[in-house]
């Protein structure tokens, strides 16, 4: 494997993988009513509490379209952010693509699972024109009650939108807004879940009878499986539960492989490991 890079095959397609940075949150609220006790178990903190987290972005290649799901943090943060945050080991989008052939303006589709600023910061750039899509010539996926809560945070979500990631998109006309469940491309299904935010979504991707869900931050680590271990971050952490489930149950019985956007070993969970969560 490639130094922060998993690559693997869904049925057909080609897919990645790809470490764009690392950063690390606060311990606590990633683990939300878990005693720390409980949750150092299964994941190390720092002397501040944070734990280390992956930016991880997943590229397919199918059907001679080349499709990203996340974007990273990306490099608008101040040097004072970077800190709080510990932001490290940023890659430009030409960077994390140049293994696999590829530039920013190949990307075809950019699906974001939802609008926080660790999903979504490098879905725009800094030119000298201001700033504009990273992926110029991609159509940028996110639910339109996603878009709708991002423009109109309030006291409790503001601090994780910021709207120089989202804005430049509608404005130059690469946002596609959608709602509830679609299928974007033939073997590419978006779910709304609601949950961690109002207007999250799911990706399954679907070839040759292989599935693989990117579960997004419904699940944001692999060591977040456990039913209770849900984020203080969530918005409506009851939906975030009842989703879970109802997902769990349908990766089992479809036997689907789990891919995460933290999680810092880029592992893929296999579904008869979800089984065990159930049990």
Do not use: C
Not at 253 to 264: K, T
Request: net charge negative; no cysteine.
């Amino acid at each position: 494997m490639k130094e922060g890079i998993r690559e693997f095959k869904i049925g057909k397609f080609d897919a990645a993988l790809i470490q764009k940075d690392t950063f690390a949150l606060d311990g606590g609220a990633m683990f939300g009513v878990v005693p720390k006790k409980l949750w150092l178990k299964v994941y190390d903190s720092d002397e501040q509490n944070r734990i280390n987290l992956s930016g991880s972005v997943l590229l397919v290649k199918m059907n001679g379209k080349n499709i990203i799901v996340e974007t990273g943090i990306g490099s608008k943060f101040s040097e004072k952010e970077k800190k709080i945050f510990k932001i490290n080991n940023i890659k430009s989008a030409a960077e994390a693509l140049s293994p696999f052939d590829l530039k920013p303006s190949g990307i075809d589709i950019v699906i974001l699972t939802h609008l926080h600023f660790d999903h979504a910061g490098d879905a725009t750039v800094e030119t000298d024109n201001g700033l504009e899509p990273t992926y110029e010539n991609a159509k940028y996926v996110v639910q339109k009650t996603e878009f709708e809560a991002a423009m109109n945070p309030n006291e409790r979500t503001q601090a994780s939108y910021r709207r120089e990631d989202f804005l430049p998109l509608k404005e130059s006309g690469n946002l596609e807004l959608i709602e509830g469940e679609e299928e974007i491309l033939d073997g590419v299904k978006l779910i709304r879940t609601g949950g961690h935010t109002i207007g999250h979504q799911v990706v399954i991707f679907d070839s040759d009878d292989q599935k693989f869900i990117h579960i997004g931050d419904l699940v944001p680590t692999s060591s977040h499986l456990p039913l209770p271990y849900i984020m203080a971050y969530d918005t409506y952490p009851l939906t975030t539960l009842e989703m879970r489930k109802e997902l769990y149950k349908r990766i089992v019985d479809e036997e689907m492989n789990v891919i995460f956007p933290h999680d810092i070993d880029q592992k893929i969970i296999r579904p008869w490991e979800i089984s065990d969560v159930l049990d």
